[in-house]
């Protein structure tokens, strides 16, 4: 994610740093944080003063609104230059597992900010769980970006349902039928024998360092 330097901006108070600071981390989780939540976390006693700062912040440049709907205004806030690399924001639903297949409750997480040119389609973001995918680059805890609408050719990673529950592949279509495959040489792949749905194409990655 590309943040712009602060070397064009004003500078910052001791307060306002660690306002922009936290409203920074969390917008690389993928999700802004809500003027609550920033009192909470900074111990403010009023929220009215997490309010101050944001204008301060804004004012000076160092953050900027996304065009998100106005009840969700307190979750506007990312920081200057996002906008400029990341075209939009897709939700968050919940987990998958990269493991073993399992039943995951949709979670909701928030939101995520994206490259535009990853995809046009409709999009959402799962958070990786287990290591099945280690050998691809997807590890626990990265956000993977699933197309809705891409069409899935033997040999993409997906997101499919099998027998009711999600799960993180590489799909390959045989002669003998299809098969969800781990990339990790210690694990077997699964032929697929029963219900299965293919919910969408893997088109990005995105990781928190």
């Known amino acids: 994610m590309n943040i712009l330097s602060g070397m064009d901006k004003a500078p ?5 740093k660690e306002v922009f600071e936290y409203i920074k981390s969390c917008c690389a989780d993928g999700r802004p944080p809500s003027y609550r939540e920033i009192q909470a976390h ?34 506007q806030l990312t920081p200057a230059g996002i906008s400029r690399a990341v075209a939009r924001t897709i939700p968050i639903y919940g987990e998958i597992a990269a493991g073993a297949t399992r039943d995951n409750p949709q979670i909701e997480l928030g939101q995520l900010p994206i490259a535009g040119d990853w ?9 990786v769980r287990g290591n099945s995918m280690i ?11 699933v197309d809705k609408n891409t069409n899935v050719k033997s040999g ?54």
Request: proline share 2%; charged share 30%; net charge positive.
């Open 119 to 127: 995809s046009k389609g409709e999009c959402f973001a799962l958070r």
């Open 156 to 209: 993409d990673i997906v997101v499919a349902l099998y027998h009711g529950e999600t799960t993180v592949k590489r799909y390959e279509k045989r002669k003998d039928g299809q098969y969800l495959v781990p990339e990790n040489s210690q694990l077997k792949e699964i032929r697929v024998d029963g219900p299965f749905e293919l919910q969408g194409k893997v088109v990005g990655l995105q990781r928190k360092f």
């Open 12 to 16: 910052l108070t001791a307060a306002q």
């Open 135 to 145: 050998e691809a680059g997807i590890y626990e805890g990265d956000f993977v970006v």
């Open 42 to 75: 900074l111990k403010y006693k009023a929220v009215g003063t997490v309010q101050d700062h944001v204008k301060a912040l804004i004012k000076k440049g160092w953050l900027e609104k996304t065009g998100m709907k106005k009840s969700t205004q307190s979750r």
